[in-house]
């Protein structure tokens, strides 16, 4: 079963980005047949989006490719984080997210993020301690529901360092680091390029899909990365 969630929304430790609003002369609610097309719809000029978002149908963002430099500020201190935030498509994404990772050493600490159940809100799940190697191999077996599944979120992060990469429920990702060039010139060696102005999907209006596998499959790789 598929539903949607029609929301601007963003996690609370992603950089704080500007929702825009559609455009007004746009019709507000599309006809079922026209819905459809759209939400079957996954390029966008050479960027492929995975199966876990898509747009909102008046296309107020169009997906591509890129990077920009951000900033985390926390609200009670005004203390900023350094970030990069990155759209990549959907064939060199998965393993853009893995090579981010080599930055953060070998031994890793890991936060599963999940939004199945409206009714509760965000979920995370944390494990602490795991090796990059191992955590590489379990995560590859997922990469369906990584990729595709719009409630699904993932951050690694190091356990002493304030080091952290993110592939969100938007699958966006993210890096949090006082030093972002190792990390730029990974995204770089992927073909993305720096674009400060590039508007993302999560700052429009735009959909989440999920199935009801993505929810048992979470759970399976809760389970099997020994979270609590």
Not at 119 to 134: D, K, N, Q, S, W
Not at 153 to 160: K, N, T, W
Not at 198 to 217: D, K
Request: charged share 30%.
């Amino acid at each position: 079963m598929r539903f949607l969630d029609e929301s601007a929304a963003h996690r609370p430790s992603l950089p704080l980005l500007k929702a825009l609003s559609a455009p007004q002369d746009a019709p507000t609610t599309p006809d079922q047949a026209a819905l459809e097309a759209h939400m079957a719809r996954t390029r966008y000029g050479r960027f492929t989006l995975t199966e876990a978002v898509r747009p909102g149908w008046q296309l107020d963002i169009v997906p591509r490719a890129g990077f920009r430099h951000d900033a985390y500020v926390d609200p009670q201190s005004g203390a900023k984080m350094p970030a990069l935030v990155a759209a990549a498509s959907a064939e060199n994404l998965f393993e853009t997210f893995l090579e981010l990772l080599e930055p953060l050493g070998d031994d890793l600490d890991v936060v599963l993020e999940s939004t199945h159940e409206e009714a509760v809100g965000l979920r995370e799940f944390t494990r602490e301690g795991v090796e990059r190697c191992v955590l590489e191999s379990l995560l590859w077996e997922y990469e369906d529901l990584l990729l595709n599944d719009g409630c699904t979120g993932i951050a690694v992060l190091h356990p002493e360092q304030s080091l952290e990469v993110q592939l969100d429920e938007h699958k966006l990702l993210v890096v949090y680091a006082q030093a972002r060039q190792p990390f730029e010139r990974i995204l770089r060696g992927h073909g993305l390029d720096r674009d400060d102005r590039l508007r993302l999907i999560s700052q429009g209006e735009h959909m989440h899909t999920s199935h009801a596998r993505h929810m048992r499959e979470f759970e399976e790789l809760v389970a099997r990365l020994g979270c609590r």
